[in-house]
């Protein structure tokens, strides 16, 4: 009942102007990512990692564009494609503009830990001196990376262009037993734009059983797919056992934000709803898996950012 993660951080000096537009962050540091990403890791006269013969071993393919479809060991059923072990945090840098100088820095949760894969990401994000960041491709420099643990204190591995302390990583590891003591109240801050679906459409607010099994299933694949196997538990009992709970309060709001893919050039929305809801019921077994949700996000499009969440004991 354990699911590990390798926590990011990312610090950067801008050497040209930089300007994270509202809501867009993350998708322009994870567009940039891709394509600095797919030139080191793809072969020249590779066309698509859907159709590349060498996609089984590609890392490109397997952290990118990792695809059910073409997958070489069976991954969960009803999935098109497989979620991206990374997820990025971001929303710090939304509206933010940064002059020649100015340091700063971005979050990224990475589900799969072994170290070649730590290896690429800084890789990746070093060379985004020469190609540059936004819409203005301004050029940046990046000063450090570092681990984080629980409470977001940080381990440098790599700094003045060397990595160091890799080896002797030890990942985030999060206990996902129930607590040790009874929880009847809790409140849940909804960070970001998050869209969770329940019986095959969105859900308009966050009731706890769509909630809870969303992130249960989120968690379970993430672990089936890059760590030690699907949650050892009965998925059915779990999600009776949500319903149980009720929601006491509920204050979210729907925000609209679109993004434009340079590849397909087609408008897509990364908006959802964001606020707070409190549930009251026995939580004393959902508190870790909303715990982890932190850092895993919820619902549809976690890998922009999108479902960050952050949970509350409410004292009785």
Avoid at 173 to 184: G, K
Avoid at 225 to 249: K, N, Q, W
Wanted: charged share 20%.
């Amino acid at each position: 009942m354990l699911f590990c993660l390798e926590p990011l951080r990312f610090s950067f000096v801008a050497r040209e102007p930089i300007h994270f537009p509202e809501g867009k962050s993350s998708n322009i540091l994870r567009g940039a990512f891709g394509i600095i990403f797919r030139g080191i890791a793809c072969l020249p006269h590779c066309q698509s990692a859907q159709s590349c013969e060498h996609r089984a071993t590609c890392p490109y393919a397997r952290l990118f564009e990792p695809s059910a479809a073409t997958a070489t060991t069976p991954g969960p059923s009803g999935l098109a494609d497989h979620p991206r072990p990374f997820v990025f945090r971001a929303i710090h840098l939304d509206g933010q503009t940064f002059s020649p100088g100015q340091p700063f820095h971005f979050d990224l949760n990475l589900f799969d830990t072994n170290p070649a894969t730590i290896s690429y990401f800084i890789l990746t994000f070093a060379q985004l001196a020469r190609h540059g960041l936004g819409a203005g491709r301004g050029k940046v420099d990046l000063t450090s990376v570092a681990t984080l643990n629980e409470n977001e204190e940080a381990t440098l591995i790599y700094e003045n262009g060397l990595i160091r302390n890799q080896p002797h990583l030890s990942p985030l590891t999060l206990d996902l037993s129930a607590a040790s003591a009874p929880i009847s109240r809790l409140r849940v801050k909804f960070v970001t734009p998050t869209e969770l679906k329940g019986a095959h459409q969105l859900a308009s607010r966050p009731d706890f059983a769509v909630l809870a099994t969303r992130v249960r299933d989120r968690i379970s694949t993430l672990r089936e797919l890059y760590g030690d196997g699907p949650l050892p538990i009965d998925f059915r009992t779990f999600g009776d056992r949500a319903h149980s709970v009720t929601m006491t309060r509920c204050h979210v709001y729907n925000i609209d934000v679109q993004r434009r893919s340079s590849r397909t050039g087609q408008t897509h929305s990364i908006g959802g709803f964001i606020g707070e809801a409190e549930y009251q019921g026995d939580l004393t077994e959902f508190f870790p898996y909303l715990r982890a949700a932190k850092w895993t996000g919820v619902g549809r499009q976690t890998v922009w950012g999108k479902g960050q969440i952050e949970t509350f004991i409410i004292p009785c």
